[in-house]
């Protein structure tokens, strides 16, 4: 009896630090606002995509997908497997997995499929490492302001200066792209989301029977509930009704794709109205750490790779750097090992470690697809590399040899 209860104690225990612990996750609310660029009425974002950062279409049509160019620079082969893409004009020449999918601090995904596309005149015109859609956004809701040209990821909810009355239905459709409802004259009409066409809406074959023949420019249309005037209306002859990028120039929206939502509203209602200054990340080496790098400050402060075939370690001390990644238990399990090491040996050594979904030129390098990874580079021996290290005495034998 008595052991009987202190088992219910326990699983009380675990379900009230369960409990809280989600419902402290649940109640994390982030809203990071990122510049975007608008060329020609294109909005081009900046993403790291395979380890490389780039500058990437954003498509409401089309796939996540990377140039010829852009998939050898980093290391991506195509499976020549050729498939329909969604624009035409593009040719796809494979298929392949990008290690790495980050945009700013709040999207983060291990790997992405990536369709692999031959360089065209539109992408080369743009200077784009290639394209992608609202399918890469499903854990976080994408809001998008013309005005103040600002792409802004919130999670878990919309931002709160979007209102829940100016919600309606929305869905990512695998060969259409991002549809969302509208209404036209009243009656309910889905429409695709296209950042191409520059018309604010063209009608379908179908749909255009809404408009009267008399007045077939114009119409009632609410987009989310809202009101929107002097809308001006073209007939086309696609399947599907088109609401086109210049609808944007309106109001503020937001693609809640998780949850097949999307919200719009008029400008000036609590939004950024100026675009947020680009902050670049300044890497501070602090002594007694293991400091977080990136590529620039491996090549200047650690080790030339581009000039030197040999290691020849820039600087006064030995370095130890781990390559790790969030998804590797045994690299997480190691880290405050790595610490504890880096603490000891302050004075003797500086300590590093590279993230290798983020930094996929250093992992190509140094051919860190086994981690974790620790590199020992000397003063005067080169480097040593132990693949699998996970032990406090394995590292640090490693570091006394290196001392030496």
Same mark, same amino acid.
């Given at each position: 009896?008595?052991?009987?209860?202190?088992?219910?104690?326990?699983?009380?225990?675990?379900?009230? @630090?369960?409990?809280?612990?989600?419902?402290?996750?649940?109640?994390?609310?982030?809203?990071?606002?990122?510049?975007?660029?608008?060329?020609?009425?294109?909005?081009?974002?900046?993403?790291?995509?395979? &380890?490389?950062?780039?500058? =990437?279409?954003?498509?409401?049509?089309?796939?996540?997908?990377?140039?010829?160019?852009?998939?050898?620079?980093?290391?991506?082969?195509?499976?020549?497997?050729?498939?329909?893409?969604?624009?035409?004009?593009?040719?796809?020449?494979?298929?392949?997995?990008?290690?790495?999918?980050?945009?700013?601090?709040?999207?983060?995904?291990?790997?992405?499929?990536?369709?692999?596309?031959?360089?065209?005149?539109?992408?080369?015109?743009?200077? @784009?490492? !290639?394209?992608?859609?609202?399918?890469?956004?499903?854990?976080?809701?994408?809001?998008?302001?013309?005005?103040?040209?600002?792409?802004?990821?919130?999670?878990?909810?919309?931002?709160?200066?979007?209102?829940?009355?100016?919600?309606?239905?929305?869905?990512?459709?695998?060969?259409?792209?991002?549809?969302?409802?509208?209404?036209?004259?009243?009656?309910?009409?889905?429409?695709?989301?296209?950042?191409?066409?520059?018309?604010?809406?063209?009608?379908?074959?179908?749909?255009?029977?809404? @408009?009267?023949?008399?007045?077939?420019?114009?119409?009632?249309?609410?987009?989310?509930?809202?009101?929107?005037?002097?809308?001006?209306?073209?007939? !086309?002859?696609?399947?599907?009704?088109?609401?086109?990028?210049?609808?944007?120039?309106?109001?503020?929206?937001? =693609?809640?794709? &998780?949850?097949?939502?999307?919200?719009?509203?008029?400008?000036?209602?609590?939004?950024?109205?100026?675009?947020?200054?680009?902050?670049?990340?300044?890497?501070?080496?602090?002594?007694?750490?293991?400091?977080?790098?990136?590529?620039?400050?491996?090549?200047?402060?650690? *080790?030339?790779?581009?000039?030197?075939?040999? +290691?020849?370690?820039?600087?006064?001390?030995?370095?130890?750097?781990? =390559? +790790?990644?969030? +998804?590797?238990?045994?690299?997480?399990?190691?880290?405050?090992?790595?610490?504890?090491?880096?603490?000891?040996?302050?004075?003797?050594?500086?300590? *590093?470690?590279?993230?290798?979904?983020?930094? !996929?030129?250093?992992?190509?390098?140094?051919?860190?697809?086994?981690?974790?990874?620790?590199?020992?580079?000397?003063?005067?021996?080169?480097?040593?590399?132990?693949?699998?290290?996970?032990?406090?005495?394995?590292?640090?034998?490693?570091?006394?040899?290196?001392?030496?």
């Amino acid at each position: 009896m008595r052991r009987m209860k202190l088992i219910q104690r326990l699983c009380f225990y675990l379900l009230t @630090v369960s409990v809280c612990f989600n419902a402290a996750a649940q109640n994390t609310v982030v809203n990071e606002v990122l510049p975007y660029k608008d060329i020609d009425g294109y909005i081009i974002i900046r993403a790291n995509v395979g &380890g490389t950062e780039g500058d =990437f279409l954003l498509d409401s049509r089309g796939k996540v997908a990377v140039t010829e160019s852009a998939a050898a620079g980093r290391g991506m082969k195509a499976d020549n497997k050729t498939n329909n893409y969604p624009r035409e004009g593009f040719q796809v020449l494979g298929n392949a997995t990008a290690i790495g999918f980050f945009l700013g601090n709040t999207v983060y995904q291990k790997d992405i499929q990536t369709r692999v596309l031959k360089e065209n005149a539109l992408l080369t015109r743009l200077k @784009v490492d !290639g394209v992608i859609n609202f399918s890469a956004f499903t854990n976080v809701v994408v809001t998008l302001n013309t005005k103040a040209k600002t792409i802004t990821l919130s999670t878990p909810y919309k931002p709160a200066y979007m209102k829940l009355v100016n919600r309606d239905d929305a869905e990512q459709s695998y060969n259409d792209g991002l549809m969302i409802q509208t209404t036209i004259n009243g009656k309910p009409v889905k429409a695709v989301v296209d950042f191409y066409e520059n018309e604010p809406l063209l009608l379908s074959a179908n749909d255009a029977k809404l @408009v009267n023949p008399g007045n077939a420019t114009s119409a009632t249309v609410k987009v989310a509930g809202v009101s929107v005037n002097n809308v001006k209306v073209a007939k !086309g002859n696609a399947p599907c009704t088109i609401v086109g990028k210049s609808i944007l120039n309106k109001g503020v929206i937001s =693609f809640d794709i &998780g949850r097949n939502k999307y919200y719009f509203q008029s400008f000036n209602q609590g939004e950024e109205t100026t675009a947020p200054a680009v902050n670049k990340e300044v890497v501070t080496f602090i002594p007694g750490k293991v400091n977080p790098i990136d590529r620039t400050y491996f090549l200047k402060n650690v *080790y030339d790779y581009k000039t030197n075939k040999q +290691w020849k370690t820039i600087g006064d001390k030995p370095v130890v750097i781990d =390559f +790790w990644a969030t +998804w590797c238990g045994p690299c997480m399990k190691m880290m405050p090992v790595m610490e504890e090491l880096a603490a000891k040996y302050k004075d003797r050594i500086n300590f *590093y470690k590279v993230n290798v979904d983020k930094e !996929g030129e250093l992992r190509q390098v140094f051919e860190a697809n086994a981690i974790p990874l620790i590199i020992f580079g000397s003063l005067n021996n080169g480097s040593t590399k132990e693949i699998g290290a996970d032990t406090k005495e394995k590292v640090e034998a490693r570091i006394l040899e290196l001392l030496k």
